[in-house]
């Protein structure tokens, strides 16, 4: 048994030695396997929902082991975050992404992620600049996803990163939306341009008329505020037309497309809808 925290003691879990052996494991190997080209970035359609075509495409890391197979973000984004490799990490996909949008036509915009962790630490806005730069991207259509974790402290510092992002001509996204603790007058202060509401609510929206209140005063919050609404975790048609009817502007999900190669996104760029 192991001492915890002053909370009292806890049998050893040979389940939790496993994922921290594995998370180790990772951790060794994540710096080796950037270098050696085992990161690289699927893109995600954003469509919009009046007229079926394609608007976006979300930038989503995946990185391929040569042993270990194909390992998720959800695994390796919270280890980036803890050792600060999550900074190189966006250094590369920032640069990779721009450079994929300006083989697709000028409609269509790339989104990238944006931990907590990259946003407070690191060089971000110097980051982003230099991807800007060194591809050309106009930079409204690089769309940055952040999210509501960010501001559970309501920092100078914070305001000021934002607006710097904002001064840098990009487009600001807040992601997983109505799942974090920010108070709506709090949205209404930040410099945002879209809001996306999380893929939980699109989920239960067809069996749960309580997700479906949720979806639409979301809908009518981010109008009244002047944000483009985006849903994401799209898989049917009948959600497509309960988020059309709603007058939601975008969605993205399965519906529309998994994640796919940068190429893909510049063949279904011609395609008239993807409805
Ligand atoms: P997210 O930003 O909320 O991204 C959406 C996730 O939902 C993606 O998972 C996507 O593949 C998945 N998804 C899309 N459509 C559907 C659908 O119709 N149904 C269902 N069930 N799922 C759908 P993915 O690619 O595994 O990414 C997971 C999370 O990892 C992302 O959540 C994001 O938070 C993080 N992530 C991914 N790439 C990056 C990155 O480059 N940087 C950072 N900081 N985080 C990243
Ligand atoms: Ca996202
Ligand atoms: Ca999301
Ligand atoms: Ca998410």
Same mark, same amino acid.
């Given at each position: 048994?192991?001492?915890?925290? &002053?909370?009292?003691?806890? !049998?050893? %879990? ?12 990772? #951790?060794? #190997?994540?710096? $080796?396997?950037? #270098? ?29 082991? *040569? ?13 980036? =975050? ?13 640069? =990779? ?5 300006? /083989? ?11 931990? *907590?962790?990259?946003?407070?630490? &690191? ?12 591809? $050309? ?7 940055? #996803? ?8 309501? /920092? ?7 607006? !710097?992002?904002?001064?840098? &001509?990009?487009? @600001?996204?807040? %992601?997983?939306?109505?799942? &974090?603790?920010?108070?709506? /007058?709090?949205?209404?202060?930040? *410099? ?9 609510? @699109? ?14 005063? @979301? ?33 993205? $999900?399965?519906?529309? $497309? ?8 510049? !063949?279904? /760029? ?6």
């Amino acid at each position: 048994a192991k001492r915890v925290g &002053g909370s009292g003691w806890r !049998a050893y %879990d040979p389940s939790s030695a496993l994922r921290r052996a594995r998370s180790r494991l990772l #951790e060794a #190997e994540m710096r $080796g396997a950037l #270098e050696q080209g085992q990161f690289f970035l699927l893109y995600q359609p954003q469509v919009a929902l009046k007229s079926g075509r394609l608007v976006g495409a979300e930038a989503l890391l995946r990185w391929q082991h *040569p042993t270990l197979g194909m390992i998720s973000p959800a695994e390796f984004i919270g280890i980036a =975050e803890t050792n600060g490799f999550i900074c190189d990490l966006g250094q590369f996909m920032f640069k =990779e992404a721009c450079k994929a949008a300006t /083989s697709w036509p000028a409609h269509v915009s790339v989104a990238v992620n944006i931990s *907590p962790v990259q946003f407070l630490r &690191g060089d971000l806005l110097a980051d982003l600049r230099a991807a800007l730069a060194v591809s $050309g991207l106009a930079p409204h259509r690089l769309h940055v #996803e952040i999210t509501e974790s960010m501001f559970l402290e309501k /920092s100078e510092e914070l305001f000021e990163k934002l607006n !710097a992002l904002r001064d840098l &001509g990009v487009t @600001i996204a807040l %992601d997983d939306f109505g799942t &974090g603790y920010s108070s709506l /007058s709090y949205i209404s202060s930040l *410099p945002l341009d879209k809001l996306k509401i999380d893929q939980s609510f @699109i989920r239960d929206m067809v069996s749960d008329p309580a997700a479906q209140t949720i979806v639409q005063s @979301i809908t009518t919050l981010a109008h009244g505020l002047g944000l483009t609404l985006v849903c994401e975790g799209v898989e049917n048609a009948l959600q497509c037309e309960m988020l059309t009817a709603l007058r939601c502007e975008e969605g993205q $999900g399965y519906f529309f $497309g998994r994640p796919q190669p940068a190429r893909q996104i510049l !063949a279904l /760029s011609a395609a008239h809808s993807l409805l």
